[in-house]
């Protein structure tokens, strides 16, 4: 079994790990994806990789990846040969999923609640400069 060099550290997003449908594994298994695919852009290792480094069943690494999978936090791509079907390869990618909060407002409302704030708040801070400028004046001849 060729041994594999993942990367010194992996990466669990928030989304990942948040998710109350993802069992604590599937979600260990994911950061050791991103550790592997830091290298290429993908993870080429194969269950049994997996299945050695965390000993647990194949059944057990199958459904993690499933469970990664129907959740859209990985895409898996197989090579089958053409006369057999048998799978040549297998190829796992990190699929860049979206936070699913506020998916139907459009991005210009964003900006457009924001922008007032911050000239509100701009607009405050001016005018209490300009009170405490007052109230302070440092030339005692100046009045």
């Avoid at 647990?56 to 040969?81: A, C, M, P």
């Avoid at 139907?104 to 801070?125: A, G, T, W, Y």
């Amino acid at each position: 079994m060729e041994k594999l060099e993942p990367s010194y550290y992996a990466i669990l997003t928030a989304p990942v790990r948040y998710d109350k449908r993802l069992t604590p594994s599937a979600k260990i298994l994911y950061a050791e994806i991103t550790s592997l695919t830091n290298q290429l852009g993908f993870c080429y290792a194969s269950n049994r990789y997996f299945e050695e480094l965390y000993k647990v069943s194949t059944q057990s690494i199958n459904t993690w990846l499933k469970q990664l999978q129907e959740f859209g936090y990985i895409q898996r791509h197989l090579y089958r040969d053409e006369g057999t079907k048998e799978i040549l390869n297998r190829y796992i990618t990190i699929s860049e999923k979206p936070i699913q909060e506020n998916l139907n407002r459009p991005i210009q409302d964003f900006f457009k609640n924001n922008n007032k704030q911050l000239i509100v708040n701009s607009n405050n801070f001016k005018k209490e400069k300009k009170k405490k400028e007052k109230l302070f004046n440092a030339n005692p001849r100046k009045k």
